[in-house]
Each structure stands twice: as structure tokens, then as C-alpha cells.
T-cell receptor, first 114, second 110 residues
């Protein structure tokens, strides 16, 4: 079975642009979460979606938005990019929202903002 | 205070050494605890969940002290392949969202 897939793998943008990152969860998983990992830090929670509804939001500005589609895939959108948005963006999927459910991470999208 | 704090690294140890990582968390309502492993420029992968009674998986032992809000990971007989960053993780106030520590880097040398 395929694991979590993300696209693109790498992306270079300039300040002020917007970006869309995509994630496909493991087959059968209904929850998708997004994390941002800047160099030297642990991943930081951005959003969690379950059954197409937002179930959690981290401390990120409104420039960050996301959605989940009927097939449980998800998109993360970032508008008005800043240099500080340069990071590895990780998508994680899990079967449900039960505490203790393992979250499986995709390989990430490495975003560079110039 | 950060939600999850870990020992600052890096830890440089020889093969065969025993190494311990410590972690504290601030949210007393946290109910799920994990150690994740992250190799350089790769995604995090679950190493083990941490239970109140403590649990062991081969050379790895995890402990949880809820009263002190403290989590530990012990690695015995370190292997070169154990070289990685170890992330202490708890569930956040958003329920099942994960809150990660900064990570502690382990380098095992021959």
C-alpha cells in the first residue's frame, strides 16, 4: 500500500506569491493534519481535518488555509508568502481522531521563499 | 514556557553506549505521548508510544511520569543506525494534534 504522498517535493517562490501544497493520505485514512517544520525545530501543528471539516487549528496567521476533499486528500494554501514561511511542510494522516492513533507522515514539501 | 521541552543536543556516543533523553511537557491534560525518530531531511516516523506503566521495545525503553510531566527514552547498546533526531511528542489542546519538542540529535560513532 502507498504511504502518504505529497506534491510537489520542492518549491521555490518569491515573497508575496501564493502556494498550494497537496497531500494524499493512506488509503482508508480519514484525517489529515498539516505541520510546518523550520530548520532546527520540531514540526509545528497548522491544521487538522477530519471528514472534510476543520477539527483543529494551530497558531498560524490567516494567510494559511486548508481544505479536505471528499476523497480525503487535502490542500494547504499559503498567501502573501514571507521569507519566514520557508520550511518543510509535512502532511500526516491517521484513520480517525482517536487519541493514540498513529499519525503517518508524508515526505514533505520543501518550500523556499526568496 | 514551551509546551514540550527536550534536552538540548547533540549527543555524541560510541557504539554500544547507553543514552537517555529527557522531555517535559506543560499541558497536564495531555493524554497521548510518543517518541518519533527523524532522519536527516526525512519525515518523522513513530518510534514508540509511551504508556504510564512504561514500555520497552527491544533496546528502547520509554517512561512516563504524569505527576512530574516528564517523559524519557533510554537507548541501550547504541548502533550506528540509531543516529537521528529524536522528537518528544504529546497531544495538544486541539485533541489529537501533535505537539513536538525541538528534538535531540544523536550521533553514534564507531
Amino acid at each position: 500500500d502507498a504511504g502518504v504522498t505529497q506534491s510537489p517535493t520542492h518549491l521555490i517562490k518569491t515573497r508575496g506569491q501564493h502556494v498550494t501544497l497537496r497531500c494524499s493520505p493512506i488509503s482508508g485514512h480519514k484525517s489529515v493534519s498539516w505541520y510546518q517544520q523550520v530548520l532546527g525545530q520540531g514540526p509545528q501543528f497548522i491544521f487538522q481535518y477530519y471528514e472534510k471539516e476543520e477539527r483543529g487549528r494551530g497558531n498560524f496567521p490567516d494567510r494559511f488555509s486548508a481544505r479536505q476533499f471528499p476523497n480525503y486528500s487535502s490542500e494547504l494554501n499559503v498567501n502573501a508568502l514571507l521569507l519566514g514561511d520557508s520550511a518543510l511542510y509535512l502532511c500526516a494522516s491517521s484513520f480517525g481522531l482517536v487519541l493514540g492513533n498513529e499519525q503517518f507522515f508524508g515526505p514533505g514539501t520543501r518550500l523556499t521563499v526568496l | 514556557r514551551k509546551e514540550v521541552e527536550q534536552d538540548p543536543g547533540p549527543f555524541n556516543v560510541p557504539e554500544g553506549a547507553t543514552v537517555a533523553f529527557n522531555c517535559t511537557y506543560s499541558n497536564s491534560a495531555s493524554q497521548s505521548f510518543f517518541w518519533y525518530r527523524q532522519d536527516c531531511r526525512k519525515e518523522p516516523k513513530l518510534l514508540m508510544s509511551v504508556y504510564s506503566s512504561g514500555n520497552e521495545d527491544g533496546r528502547f525503553t520509554a517512561q512516563l511520569n504524569r505527576a512530574s510531566q516528564y517523559i524519557s527514552l533510554l537507548i541501550r547498546d547504541s548502533k550506528l543506525s540509531d543516529s537521528a533526531t529524536y522528537l518528544c511528542v504529546v497531544n495538544g489542546q486541539a485533541g489529537t494534534a501533535l505537539i513536538f519538542g525541538k528534538g535531540t540529535t544523536l550521533s553514534v560513532s564507531s
